[in-house]
């Protein structure tokens, strides 16, 4: 299976957008949401049958059992994520505590627990049950969760699982440079970073590239809503030259894309300046994936 | 004042008005939380700052010591440690710095040293307007931005009598939480899709949970129906300010301009969301600057 996974360090550039336009142009039978996040992929993405759902679990998080403990301070000292306090009596804040289970380890009145944490839900899109014809993989992290690798991780897992016979897959990837987007890269076979025209998002391109090229050279890079800024397109494409990155794509902008969106479909089901661009792109992105493999 | 801007999808406009904001206030301090892709400092363009490295804490082995009972890696639940061909070894960019291996290590073999995983950059004034920004950069390649944002507080600390502006990553995990936790108001942007209605939701979700006070702005409005406009009316939920889709504040802002400070139009404006809110906040007492 071939995987191409989109980025942009930036949010809102039209990562889903893009996304959503290739799934349905390579009839795609596989591909997934990594933005656990704040997903949006199944807002336009996902069909009428109902998904599987599974928890998601984090790692188990220190509870203090009021009865046993002894108020000595060891755990609140030893704790690097402050996540202890003694204000009326030794408690754990869920929210700060990683689950390193250290105090847990160090308290000498065994008050410390580790307990299980639902972190989230992870849903699994099968478009009949009994084949792997299609499949579509998602979750969502619970808010205030620890930004989560290890769920993004398993969201690749569940749609590699499911489809294990398809040769394309497209995912969908989070903003940002940190821990998920550095999960999503593992395995990923070519990466579409999409920016934008505007002197915020060339920077944050630049770090995605760099965070990017850490694990792969597979790299390419498509402008949106190119003619809102031509000067700063232009800036786009001397930094594509000057980092040997392939422009496979500018798409125009059109409000007709926000129109699509919000009736649920991508910018290929109506006809728009914005969706013949993406076609284009597309086009270039596959010749750009399939080329080494000689497939 | 502390008051946190976030959003919960990416580009909504956190950055456009938690810039054009601190910037109409007077004497304000702007923190940068996006530590993964900040941009605040593209639009103050600061020329003198102060700049230091963030470290975490992290272990190393003396081999030497080390007699392989490899309980450090079985206590790990990051899995950051591993043995492999009869040698301990450390797994950077998966340890969280907790320092239980050093601590339970019987052999003494595993000591703490600081790794950098980005900087700081502390700027007393702008050339482009009267604010003085904290702003980090997260390392590429490096798993948390935690340790930096931390930091950025910390270094803020001094500074609890002004205005804060505080721009939040994307999202709603504990980066947001973070970013928002000392905030007195926070404000939620949102623009006209589906995916906005959607990230929202999230957002809403957070501050409710941290019983924070709370309105919406509008980006990017367009005639027509806007589904984000819906969710707040049915959720009861204030409506502070709706920004119109604008070419010309577009083209400002991706060219990290500041509106409020090129067009009179958008300094009233800005002026006027940030009095709103302080009503809200039944904060009077400040006083604002004319241009």
């Known amino acids: 299976m071939k995987e191409l996974l989109i980025l942009s ?81 030794y408690r754990v804040n869920p929210y700060a505590c990683e689950g390193c289970g250290l105090c847990a380890y160090l308290c000498p009145a065994k008050a410390i627990r580790m307990e299980a944490n639902l972190a989230g839900d992870m849903y699994l899109y099968l478009e009949d049950k009994a084949s792997t014809d299609k499949v579509f993989s998602t979750a969502q992290l619970e808010i205030g969760q620890g930004t989560s690798g290890l769920l993004v991780s398993q969201v690749k897992k569940r749609m590699r699982q499911a489809a294990s016979g398809v040769d394309l897959a497209i995912i969908d990837g989070s903003p940002g440079i940190g821990c998920p987007v550095i999960a999503s890269l593992s395995g990923a076979d070519m990466v579409l970073i999409v920016t934008e025209p505007s002197l915020s998002a060339i920077s944050d391109m630049d770090r995605i590239v760099k965070t990017a090229k850490t694990f792969t050279d597979k790299l390419l890079v498509c402008i949106n809503r190119y003619d809102t800024n031509i000067e700063n397109s232009n800036k786009i494409r001397t930094y594509c030259s000057f980092h040997n990155l392939p422009l496979v794509g500018q798409i125009p902008f059109d409000p007709l894309a926000v129109k699509a969106i919000n009736s649920g479909q991508t910018i290929v089901d109506i006809e728009c300046s914005a969706g013949m661009a993406v076609r284009d792109l597309f086009t270039k992105t596959m010749e750009e994936l399939y080329r080494e493999a000689g497939k | 004042m502390k008051l946190s801007v976030l959003s919960g999808k990416g580009g909504t406009g956190k950055t456009l008005i938690t810039v054009n904001l601190a910037s109409v206030a007077e004497d304000s301090v702007y923190i940068d939380c996006d530590v993964e892709e ?26 030497n010591l080390c007699s392989a009972c490899k309980k450090c890696l079985e206590f ?216």
Not at chain 1, 44 to 60: F, H, I, N, Q, S
Not at chain 2, 113 to 122: A, H, K
Request: hydrophobic share 40%; with cysteine; aromatic share 8%.
């Open chain 1, 9 to 89: 360090g930036k949010g809102g550039t039209g990562k889903t957008t893009i996304a959503s336009a290739f799934i349905k142009l390579s009839q795609a039978r596989a591909y997934a949401d990594c933005d656990v996040d704040a997903p949006n992929l199944h807002l336009v993405a996902a069909w009428d049958t109902k998904p599987d759902r599974e928890d998601y679990y984090g790692l188990p998080l220190a509870e203090i059992d009021k009865d046993l403990c002894i108020d000595c301070g060891i755990c609140k000292d030893h704790c690097r994520f402050d996540a202890i306090s003694d204000k009326d009596g």
């Open chain 2, 38 to 63: 900040p941009n605040a400092y593209l639009f103050f363009e600061p020329k003198s700052f102060k700049e230091d490295i963030v470290a975490v804490k992290s272990p190393r082995v003396d081999i």
């Open chain 2, 76 to 291: 790990c639940n990051f899995n950051a440690l591993a043995y492999i061909k009869d040698k301990l070894l450390v797994f950077q960019e998966l340890c969280h710095s907790c320092g239980a291996c050093s601590i339970l290590c019987p052999d003494k073999a595993i000591t703490e040293t600081d790794r950098p995983i980005g900087r700081v950059m502390v700027c007393q004034t702008s050339p482009k307007a009267p604010v003085s920004l904290y702003t980090g950069f997260l390392d590429p390649g490096e798993a948390s931005g935690v340790p930096i944002i931390n930091r950025l507080f910390d270094e803020a600390k001094n500074e609890a009598d002004k205005d804060i502006f505080i721009d939040c990553p994307p999202g709603s995990s504990c980066l947001v939480m973070d970013s928002i936790k000392e905030a007195d108001y926070c404000i939620l942007v949102a623009e006209p899709t589906i995916f906005g209605v959607h990230n929202l939701a999230m957002v809403y979700d957070l501050v409710r949970l941290l019983k924070k006070p709370h309105g919406v702005v509008l980006n990017k409005c367009v005639e027509g129906e806007n589904p984000v406009e819906a969710f707040c009316q049915d959720r009861g939920i204030k409506v502070l300010a709706r920004i119109p889709f604008d070419k010309k504040l577009g083209e400002i802002s991706s060219n990290a301009g500041i509106a409020a400070m090129e067009d009179k139009k958008y300094h009233e404006f800005f002026l006027s969301l940030l009095r709103i809110v302080k009503e809200e906040l039944g904060c009077e007492r400040a006083t604002y600057p004319k241009r």
